[in-house]
């Protein structure tokens, strides 16, 4: 057993060499950490490096000074035990739910009838028993990204990095995937780092929001979010102890929302 956090970012920075030559710094010395069983939500103004940093975690890039430590080593390549859900939906259109599902346990070397197997359990915990042999497009857009979270579940993530992943979907129904997510989450243990431009959103889902800096992203503020759990977010929303917090951040959130806004109004 490994004690302390499971993720860890020390002063990392990473740039980016851009087309026209420049150096573009995407990230500058952040640092963070996460531990197991904790859901941090991380916020902060569109293009600021949100999605970088979790690029670092999963080893996708490197970074350019500082280090990222996953379970206390540092990342090289992409460590063991991460699920990664994207904005857009990372399903195969040429596979049914059951298979789509099926294909992490299958790529890890379960056979096709014990990923299968699998995959029926989760196909139901997601809600979609009666849809397994449907083709993605033949789904609602919340029906695919229950197919994408029961995709990224099955694996049994001991890391869930989420990348905006309900942004694309109505109120509605992205307040029953935040549910189902909370749901799905409580009880295994696994670190969540969630990046979204929705404070509602982080508020209503972490343990911890952390608002990220106007471009390079660099940790502003943290907050704890007290709120209890098991929660419904749309209840959990009304209260006002929620109100209260989501004040607070906003407060340090609006300064960066506007700082990015003012630069891309010079910029155009
Ligand atoms: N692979 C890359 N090569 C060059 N530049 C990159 C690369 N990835 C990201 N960038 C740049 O780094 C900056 C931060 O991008 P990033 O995608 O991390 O922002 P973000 O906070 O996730 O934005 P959004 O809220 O719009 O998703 C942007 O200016 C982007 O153009
Ligand atoms: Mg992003």
Redo the contacts with the bound molecule.
């Keep these: 057993m490994t004690t302390g956090p499971v993720i860890e970012l020390r002063a990392a920075t990473k740039r980016?060499r851009g087309a026209t030559g420049g150096v573009?710094t995407?990230v500058r010395e952040l640092t963070l950490s996460v531990q197991p069983g904790e859901f941090v939500a991380v916020v902060?103004p569109?293009?600021?490096?949100?999605?970088?940093t979790l690029s670092l975690v999963s080893g996708l890039e490197p970074p350019s000074s500082g280090i990222a430590l996953v379970r206390g080593e540092p990342v090289l390549g992409i460590p063991e035990g991460i699920g990664y859900m994207f904005q857009n939906d990372a399903v195969q259109p040429w596979r049914s739910v059951l298979d789509n599902v099926a294909a992490g346990p299958r790529y890890r070397g379960a056979s096709k009838a014990k990923a299968r197997e699998k995959a029926r359990v989760w196909v139901e915990k997601v809600g979609l028993a009666k849809f397994a042999g449907y083709y993605p497009h033949q789904l609602s857009g919340g029906m695919r990204k229950r197919v994408a979270l029961a995709a990224t579940l099955v694996n049994e993530p001991s890391i869930l990095l989420m990348d905006?992943p309900f942004s694309a979907l109505d109120v509605q129904t992205r307040a029953l995937m935040q549910d189902e997510l909370l749901r799905l989450w409580s009880g295994t243990n696994a670190a969540v780092v969630f990046v979204t431009?929705d404070l509602d959103e982080a508020i209503a889902l972490a343990d911890k929001v952390i608002v990220m800096t106007a471009?390079p992203?660099t940790v502003k503020s943290t907050f704890d979010v007290h709120l209890p759990r098991p929660r419904l977010v749309e209840e959990i929303r009304m209260t006002p102890e929620f109100q209260s917090v989501y004040r607070e951040i906003w407060e340090s959130l609006r300064e960066e929302v506007d700082k990015a806004r003012e630069r891309s109004v010079v910029a155009s």
């Design positions: 980016f573009h995407a902060g569109t293009g600021c490096g949100k999605s970088t905006e431009h471009s992203a």
